[in-house]
């Protein structure tokens, strides 16, 4: 199975700052990683897919990069909306599964 | 636009099996390509996935859970039903349904449901 981990487990930011967040695979998930947000008592919500590219309604001042085992999700300019919990997610060794990351969470420094 | 909601009971004893369906509108799990998954939560931790159905019936499960994880579908009713067995407090966690929109090249969750929470209490 392909562990993912993030780093760091949480991050604190002022609004108007540029926050970086790492994902790590165990093994190369090429480009087929994820990123999800997570506001408290709301479900995930899909941000990025295939390492890079936004999903729909999703702002500009989200992006990814990476590729192989290392991962990055900047946010450029924190809003306050954006505090939150952000997951990776690996989609490469399927079948027969997928694995999230534990998660980082951005919040108000 | 694609929905789905989760319904199911808030709270079942240790040794129950959990039932969850899964309700969805905005598209055909009969569509090829389509998938339907599901994904749990425990209080302050970490997704984990479960299951998937794709549209042809074939079913995939959490290498750890398998034994006790049967997942099915209603093409007819739109929807998708996990069960669970053996249920123990550390199953307490918020489910979740989500779509896959794409199985063959495009595995990621989008949208999900709103989630339910599950109790596994005596």
């Known amino acids: 199975e392909i562990v993912m981990t993030q780093s760091p487990a949480t991050l604190s930011v002022s609004p108007g700052e540029r926050a970086t967040l790492s994902c790590r695979a165990s093994?190369?998930?090429?480009?087929?990683l994820a990123w999800y947000q997570q506001k408290p008592g709301q479900a995930p919500r899909l941000l990025i897919y295939?390492?890079?590219t936004r999903a729909t309604g999703i702002p500009a001042r989200f992006s990814g990069s990476g590729s192989g085992t290392e991962f990055t999700l900047t946010i450029s300019s924190l809003q306050s909306e954006d505090f939150a919990v952000y997951y990776c997610?690996?989609?490469?060794?399927?079948?027969?599964?997928?694995?999230f990351g534990p998660g980082t969470k951005v919040d108000i420094k | 636009q694609v929905t789905l909601r989760e319904s199911g009971p808030a709270l079942v004893k240790p040794t129950q099996t959990l039932t969850l369906t899964c309700t969805f509108s905005g598209f055909s799990l009969s569509t090829s390509g389509m998938c339907v998954s599901w994904v749990r939560q425990p209080p302050g931790k970490a997704l984990e996935w479960l299951a998937l159905?794709?549209?042809?019936?074939?079913?995939y499960y959490s290498t750890s859970l398998k034994t006790r994880l049967t997942i099915s579908k209603d093409t007819s009713k739109n929807q998708v039903v996990l069960t669970m067995t053996n249920m123990d407090p550390v199953d307490t966690a918020t489910y979740y349904c989500?779509?896959?929109?794409?199985?063959?090249?495009?595995?990621?969750?989008?949208?999900w449901g709103q989630g339910t929470l599950v109790t596994v209490s005596s």
């Open positions: 989500a779509r896959i929109g794409d199985c063959y090249s495009a595995n990621w969750f989008d949208p």
């Open positions: 159905i794709d549209w042809d019936d074939d079913k």
């Open positions: 997610q690996q989609y490469n060794n399927w079948p027969p599964g997928f694995t």
């Open positions: 295939g390492a890079s």
């Open positions: 093994q190369s998930v090429s480009s087929n």
